[in-house]
């Protein structure tokens, strides 16, 4: 490093004083001087000329007095390296008397750095002069930077005859260097830092704030800080932000802000004001990271959390973080809202016959058309499967007239979910049914609101589907019987309380040819239930898995039973099998094993299933009928004409028998569409050489009727209703003796 001499104000002092005592007779001398630019040069020069002047007009003492006061140390080594003298500024190094040093080796100051004091030597003794080198010094565990330079005394002759070395301490400088070179550092972290005036106005940014906004120190400087913002702060943000700032220095938290190329970007910014000691600030300081990535990561989770993926739409917990909200709003604004359920009609069939791709492709369709049914406020999420809910908020405070907005509403999604769809080619029709309850404040909790609107949407189901229902008192009732019932269901099958009646079936003469079971609940408090009370909540509930094998097993033993009398063992035995039941895995298993165990002629039992069993992956369901047919079981089709089956996969069934539903009976043959709907299914059954069952025959007319067209197989309250088993064992020994 480089000291200069010549604007040190004592040199220039010492060297006025020098030209004032030796007057013209200097003036070559300090021209040798000059050509030392550094401190000790003068000083040599000083005490070059002092050798000279001894004799002339300047004294050696003056010149002593002037290196004795010298702010810089000075040592005097003799040739041979030892020190001779030292002046009183060489003792502010720690460790270092006039008493030790006078007299020793130079050793003692370099001792540490044999290599720097050879380095000295040998510029001294080659070239007269060391021209300074910043030197280390150490001394118990205390450092002090000194930059040492010398030069050699030469006699009149020119010879050599000692040294002089100075000692500018350097530390403080050094210590400065070292804190500008770690703030440095620290300026330069990953973090990007912003430095303003109090005025806010940008006076330095570090690198990593170019790489995070993509703007160059130049563009910013001068610049206040708010021209990044993105806009997403409101103006009290920022007033609570610099409150903060004036009252404790300090502010922390996000701020968004937007790139160079538009982007924006979330920083976590902390933001320091820097004070003068008077209590002034001088700058602020903010120093942020971008947290953009960690942002959208949670973002990401809460996407995962709280949102359909399949959609896009909320999923039921976001939905229910939502109606808590708008209760209260309700509460407080006194309007009311509305929840919608709704729920896609034959959804599963779509799913079943053209596979999951065209049912998630429909429910991503049915998600927009939903959406773009509704303002930006409303909440419209996907519960799974088919099932949508969406929240309307503030219809009105009149109850009649929120109920209009939101019936028009409805229509309006019935209407749209209504048009055909096209998927990926494929034209697609879909309806819904939809179901409404209105909600004011905390009248209703969230869960009850969504019950009753699922309630409502299943009456819409009820009621033929694709249609629109308001909830009311009844379905609460009906659905509170239902859970009530559900209980009591399962312990009825724990406690046996199911029978079986049989209704007879008879042929063309009216003679009995067989009976179906139908089962009963007989409950101790309920009296005595018919399957259409049960039944559907056995399904819904899979209850009627274990109940149809009751079933099965109770008409295996019936049928050994009656294998033993002469006048029963020839009749068939039906029994309806639900579609679940049949759907079961184990079901054709479980089956066969019935039988076996009975050890029953397997032609004697019927199973009749539904027309829907047929709706769900037909080629399993015949690969299940063969394996029973090949058995040796009869397989019939119960309520035929009631299912939306096409007629045409009769032909690949390996049925034997259709039961015409008794709905086709009402009003022949009056009833022309009945009648020919009759005629019909008969004419099928023949050319399929099926036999035909019509059931719910109560008159002769329709007898007749169904004889008359060719069907001579009956069952219905003409010949008997479905009665308990000791019944039905009279009823054939009076019937069977007629014969
Ligand atoms: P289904 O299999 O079609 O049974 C015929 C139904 O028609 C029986 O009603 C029977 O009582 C009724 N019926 C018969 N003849 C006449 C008539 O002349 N006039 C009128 N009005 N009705 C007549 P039920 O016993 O109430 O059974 C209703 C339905 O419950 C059955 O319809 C069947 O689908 C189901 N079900 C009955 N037992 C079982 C069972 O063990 N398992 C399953 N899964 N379902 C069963
Ligand atoms: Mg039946
Ligand atoms: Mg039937």
Not at 284 to 293: C, L, R
Not at 445 to 464: C, N, P, Q, R, T
Request: with cysteine; charged share 25%; hydrophobic share 40%.
């Amino acid at each position: 490093m480089k000291y200069d001499t010549l604007k040190d104000p004592r040199i220039e002092k010492i060297l006025h004083l020098i030209m004032e005592y030796a007057g013209g007779n200097l003036e070559a001398k300090v021209d040798a001087a000059d050509q030392f630019d550094e401190i000790d040069g003068i000083i040599g020069g000083l005490n070059m000329l002092g050798e000279e002047l001894k004799a002339s007009m300047v004294s050696r003492e003056f010149l002593e007095n002037i290196i004795q006061s010298m702010f810089d140390g000075i040592l005097v080594l003799g040739t041979d390296m030892m020190i001779q003298e030292m002046n009183p500024s060489m003792e502010s190094l720690p460790g270092i008397s006039k008493k030790d040093l006078v007299n020793s080796s130079v050793d003692l100051i370099f001792g540490e750095d044999q290599d720097f004091k050879n380095h000295l030597i040998h510029e001294l003794s080659v070239t007269g002069a060391f021209r300074g080198k910043e030197y280390r010094y150490i001394y118990k565990n205390t450092e002090k930077y000194m930059f040492v330079s010398g030069f050699g005394i030469r006699n009149n002759y020119g010879k050599i005859k000692g040294y002089i070395l100075s000692f500018h301490d350097i530390t403080l400088q050094k210590q400065k260097e070292e804190e500008l070179r770690i703030s440095a550092v620290a300026f330069e972290s990953n973090e990007g830092i912003i430095i303003t005036d109090p005025e806010t106005k940008i006076i330095r940014v570090n690198r990593t704030f170019q790489k995070i906004t993509g703007y160059s120190s130049k563009d910013v400087v001068g610049k206040k800080p708010s021209f990044l913002s993105a806009g997403h702060h409101n103006a009290d943000f920022y007033k609570v932000m610099w409150a903060e700032i004036n009252r404790t220095r300090k502010w922390e938290g996000e701020v968004w802000n937007r790139r160079k190329n538009g982007d924006v970007y979330i920083e976590l910014l902390s933001i320091t004001a820097i004070k003068d000691d008077d209590g002034n600030v001088t700058q602020y300081v903010g120093i942020f990271n971008d947290i953009t990535k960690r942002k959208e990561a949670e973002e990401e989770i809460r996407n995962l959390a709280f949102y359909d993926p399949l959609t896009g739409l909320p999923n039921r917990r976001l939905l229910m973080e939502n109606f808590h909200h708008a209760l209260s709003r309700s509460e407080r604004t006194k309007y009311f809202g509305a929840v919608i359920f709704i729920d896609l009609d034959n959804f599963k069939k779509l799913n079943d016959t053209k596979g999951h791709e065209y049912g998630d492709m429909l429910l991503f369709e049915v998600a927009g058309r939903l959406s773009s049914c509704l303002r930006e406020v409303d909440t419209v999420a996907r519960l799974g499967g088919d099932e949508f809910v969406i929240l309307i908020e503030e219809l009105s405070k009149d109850e009649n007239q929120s109920s209009e907005i939101i019936s028009k509403l409805a229509e309006k999604i019935q209407m749209k979910l209504n048009q055909p769809y096209n998927l990926e080619g494929y034209s697609y029709f879909s309806s819904s049914s939809i179901g409404i309850s209105l909600y004011r404040g905390h009248d209703k909790s969230v869960s009850e609101l969504l019950k009753f609107a699922d309630l409502a949407m299943y009456s819409a189901k009820e009621s033929g589907r694709n249609a629109v229902r308001f909830f009311n008192p009844v379905m609460q009732n009906k659905a509170e019987k239902f859970s009530s019932l559900e209980v009591k269901l399962r312990n009825a099958v724990l406690l046996d309380q199911f029978i079986l009646n049989y209704q007879v079936q008879v042929n063309g003469w009216g003679l009995p040819v067989g009976t179906e079971a139908l089962i009963r609940w007989n409950s101790p408090e309920l009296g005595m239930m018919m399957p259409d009370q049960f039944i559907p909540v056995a399904e819904k509930i899979n209850l009627i898995i274990d109940l149809g094998q009751w079933v099965i097993d109770t008409a295996c033993m019936q049928l050994e039973r009656w294998s033993h009398d002469e006048r029963m063992k020839d009749l068939t035995l039906s029994v309806n099998v639900s579609v679940k039941q049949f759907e079961a895995s184990d079901f054709v298993s479980k089956l066969k094993s019935a039988v076996a165990l009975n050890g029953i002629n397997p032609s004697l039992l019927i199973l009749e299933i539904t027309e829907h069993c047929l709706v769900n992956n037909v080629s399993d369901v015949i690969s299940k009928m063969d394996e029973l047919r090949n058995f040796g079981i009869q397989l019939s089709i119960d309520d035929f004409g009631t299912g939306y089956s096409s007629l045409s996969y009769l032909k690949q069934l390996p049925i034997n028998q259709i039961k015409i539903d008794k709905s086709f009976l009402n009003n022949i043959p009056s009833d022309l569409n009945n009648s020919m709907m009759i005629k019909a299914i008969v004419n099928l059954a023949k050319n399929l050489n099926l036999d035909v069952l019509a059931e719910g025959v109560e008159t002769v007319d329709q007898q007749n009727f169904l004889r008359d067209i060719g069907c001579e197989s009956y069952q219905g309250y003409l010949f008997s209703k479905p009665i308990p088993l000791s019944e039905y064992e009279q009823y054939i020994k009076m019937n069977l003796h007629s014969r």
